[in-house]
């Protein structure tokens, strides 16, 4: 990995520092490498993207020359920027991350879009709805859903007492009073009836997993990514708890990895759901599965 020498680079403007930064993680081969060394530097420097640009001629001490250094070699380590910095956006709410938590990702927005919709569809999005989280993480889905649907009440789970620690925590950073949090594989802790049950499960099978991007078999933790020997254990898991807990006309939305359209398909009719075509993400790929309990 190549070194940062800061004593070597201590009379560098702002400015300078991050066109360097720039230039060694676009010659390493990462993406978005002016974004990058801005985040980076402006969190080493504690300013924000005006701040960061009106300081761009003022020279960098000893001190924030180590700090730079030291991203840097993270970094260049393939650590995502999000972990570095310990918070990523998602539904354009802040959420804090740890080594318990997967880094929230744009794909999974289409889930909240997908159940939205549903919703909207419905006319439910003024009702008291009762909605779960199965597999929360940092909360991402339970919070985005808690920021449009007020009325609604959400429980999150989460077999992470440490994910759901983050979960909380962005709960009360963000003041939402409607969610809460229980430790369980999935559903078993649960009792229905939920008029939306939402899941972003583990769904990488075991033997995929090393040969990942770095950024995702080195950090991201194994219990939020291994889905069993074919990534569709988790899926089963929800196939035999989620009808039970569903209202009639209540609806299951799971976010599938590449290729699971078919079999996750299967084993949510298979289990007596009505299952609609899949929601692309962004990139054309089927993200989204929404099954409903009939009524």
Same mark, same amino acid.
């Given at each position: ?13 702002? $400015? ?11 010659? /390493? ?64 709410? @802040? ?18 879009? /997908?159940?939205?919709? /549903? ?41 992470? #007492?440490? /994910? ?11 003041? #939402?009073?409607?969610?809460? #949090? ?11 009836? #939920? ?25 991201? @933790? ?17 196939? !035999?708890? !989620? @009808? ?16 699971? $359209? ?8 298979? !289990?007596?759901?009505?299952?609609? @075509? ?18």
């Amino acid at each position: 990995m190549p070194r940062v020498d800061a004593a070597a680079v201590e009379s560098r403007t702002v $400015a300078q520092a991050r066109r360097s930064l720039a230039g060694q993680l676009h010659d /390493a081969g990462l993406e978005s490498p002016d974004l990058d060394a801005r985040i980076l530097i402006g969190h080493a420097l504690g300013l924000d993207h005006a701040a960061l640009a009106a300081a761009g001629a003022r020279h960098l001490g000893a001190d924030e020359e180590a700090a730079i250094a030291a991203l840097v070699r993270r970094r260049l380590g393939r650590e995502p920027v999000a972990r570095i910095i310990g918070h990523k956006e998602f539904w354009s709410l @802040p959420l804090r991350i740890d080594t318990a938590t997967l880094v929230p990702r744009p794909e999974s927005e289409t889930i909240v879009e /997908a159940a939205l919709a /549903a919703i909207d569809d419905r006319g439910w999005r003024a009702r008291p709805l009762r909605i779960a989280d199965l597999g929360t993480g940092s909360g991402a889905l339970a919070l985005a859903l808690s920021s449009e649907l007020p009325n609604a009440t959400i429980v999150g789970t989460d077999l992470s #007492f440490r /994910a759901l620690v983050v979960a909380r925590d962005n709960a009360r950073l963000l003041g #939402f009073g409607n969610l809460s #949090f229980a430790a369980c594989n999935m559903a078993e802790a649960l009792r229905g009836p #939920f008029d939306l049950i939402v899941s972003n499960p583990p769904y990488i099978a075991s033997g995929d997993i090393a040969a990942l991007a770095p950024d995702v078999s080195d950090f991201d @933790p194994r219990l939020a990514l291994d889905g069993g020997r074919d990534g569709l254990d988790a899926y089963r898991a929800i196939a !035999a708890g !989620a @009808p039970a807990l569903l209202a009639p006309g209540g609806l299951l939305i799971v976010e599938l990895g590449i290729g699971q $359209a078919e079999p996750v398909t299967a084993l949510l009719a298979e !289990a007596g759901l009505a299952v609609s @075509p899949p929601r692309p993400d962004l990139n054309r790929v089927p993200r989204a599965l929404t099954a409903e309990k009939r009524a």
